[in-house]
């Protein structure tokens, strides 16, 4: 069964105004359990406000939207129950941070769920771990930190209420090349230890080909597509088309095929293409 | 949310009233106020609604962002009213105990009532209609003999502008900051006065670390580019005053003037 699922999901924001804008339209998506999600699309196609209607902060203007089969907005569902189910990591989350100790700051949401001192003790120690924070960085001031730093707090203050369906929104924006390898990396464990699904805005399509099981496309507010990697980088020139393009490597392959080079079009990781490019001089 | 407070806010838009000189439109306000002031009894408030209600259908902006100016002053009113009402004396009309209304508490909170929401209304349309840039050339252009005073105008009226250009910034930024702990589990609608209080600690200490970031950095740019206060500096935007302008300056006058004649007559 769908973990996530929205039903003709529409949002238009200030409603009513002269700024009337319709940012999410009609859109249907039913996401799978356990499932690496990337989230793409141009600047302003809805991403962010799509997935603020998954933990229910924006409440839709129509249609609806389900969480483990549950429409969260039927009458008795308390919507604190859904935001610990679905944590939301906001871009640049680092201004989120507030308290005096880094411990603190992460254990804002366990605390926030009513969890005993221990186990949010445990949880703050385990979600540290997994982001790479050292434990005496735990009893430092969060302001004193790096950038970097600081975005670890902010993620790991979101894992730290474990939830069972983790999204961020590019949650590497900023960062330098090794940082992103790093936090791509640790949002992966996230999910393979703790049997999490999780869903990431990038724009970076390296990263989405490398890192994803499926991508959702969004274009103007509502879905293109959503499919697996080689099947949505397959589509090259209609993402052209939309100011998307496909990882690097996929393009270096397109030429090598235009050039007359016999390999196979459904390359996207640079590890997979040497691995057929080898492959093609050995036959050769 | 936050975002739906329109005091304060510019509606763009191509009405005389968006193209009259802003200093104008301060003026006109100014007298707009003078209108509802000077006005001793209901009739007499009359032309100054009238004059608004002309100022609204020239603006073409909503009558529903009228209304929802008026939304955040309701408690305000609502509060004022029941003290006029049961505590003025007069002709008495009903009572019940200690409880009496009076015929004159009755007027003088129908009074109140409207000169508030007119004040309100009428003052609203002032910022719907100009930039705020614009306001503040203007605000610093009918301050400018006060410089002979040696009153820094020119600061003035930049720190207005950049307390006016960073109102939108902040809303967005706390909103942003409250959806970001509610996607933690901060619970802001529920509880007593001490709990929601320090609820508020959350959202209120990450606003403040950006707003002094954004001060800082502001601050760095500006002087990047040499900015060294009001002396020989130009305007990509010059003020000029038209035919329309004096029009509506003469307009506001005549009302002001049968605000005066109304009450004097009665
Ligand atoms: N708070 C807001 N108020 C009004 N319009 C907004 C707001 N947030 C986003 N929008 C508009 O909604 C559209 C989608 O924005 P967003 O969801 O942020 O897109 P993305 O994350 O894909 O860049 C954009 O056109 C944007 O201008
Ligand atoms: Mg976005």
Known sequence: MSIVQTENLTYTYSLGTPFEKTAVKDVNIAIDEGELCGIIGHTGSGKSTLIQHLNGLVKPTSGSVFID??????????????RFKVGLVFQYPEYQIFEDTVFKDIAF?????????????RRVKDSAEIVGLRPETLGKS?????????????????????????????????????GREKILAQIKRYRDEKNA????????????????????????????????PPKVFGRAAELASMGLS????????????????????????????????NEYLARK | MLKDITIGQFFPGNSVLHRMDARFKIIITA?????????????????????????????????????????????????????????????????????RITYDGILFTVMMILRIAALIAGSSLLTYTS????LTDAVESLLSPLKK??????????????????????????????????????????????????????ILIPLFVSAFSRAMELALAMECRCYQGGEGRTRLKVLHSKGADYIGLTIAMLFLDATVLVDLLL
């Open chain 1, 109 to 121: 949401g366990p605390k926030n769920m009513g969890l005993s001192e221990d186990e949010v003790s």
């Open chain 1, 69 to 82: 089969g549950q429409n969260i907005w039927d009458k008795g569902v308390k919507i604190r129950d859904i």
């Open chain 2, 149 to 202: 005073l040696r009153f820094p105008v020119h600061e003035l009226s930049m720190m207005m502008s950049i307390a006016l250009r960073f109102i939108p910034t902040l809303i967005e930024e706390t909103d942003k900051i409250m959806s970001a702990q509610k996607a933690r589990g901060a619970d802001m609608e529920s509880g007593g006065l001490l709990h929601r209080a320090k609820a508020l600690v959350p």
């Open chain 2, 31 to 99: 007298l707009f106020i003078a209108m509802l002031f000077s006005a001793n009894t209901i009739i007499g408030l009359l032309p100054g609604i009238l004059f608004m209600a002309l100022c609204y259908a020239l603006s073409k902006i909503p009558f529903r962002l009228m209304l929802k100016s008026l939304k955040p002053i309701i408690p305000i009113i609502l509060f004022t009213s029941l003290l006029n009402i049961f505590f003025l004396d007069g002709v008495v009309l009903l009572r019940v105990g200690f409880v």
């Open chain 2, 131 to 134: 930039s705020p840039i614009s």
């Open chain 1, 142 to 178: 969060p302001f004193e930190l790096s950038g970097g730093q600081k975005r670890r707090v902010a993620i790991a203050g979101v894992m730290a209420m474990e939830p069972k369906v983790l999204i961020l929104d590019e949650p590497v924006a900023g960062l330098d090349p090794k």
């Open chain 1, 197 to 228: 699904t999780v869903l990431l805005i990038s724009h970076s399509m390296e990263d989405v080909a490398r890192f994803t099981t499926k991508i959702l496309v969004m274009e103007n507010g509502g879905v293109f597509c959503y499919d697996t």
């Open chain 1, 246 to 277: 496909v990882p690097q490597i996929t393009r270096v392959i397109n030429r090598l095929k235009s050039a007359g080079i016999d390999i196979p079009g459904d390359i996207y990781t640079v590890e997979y293409a040497v691995k057929k490019i």
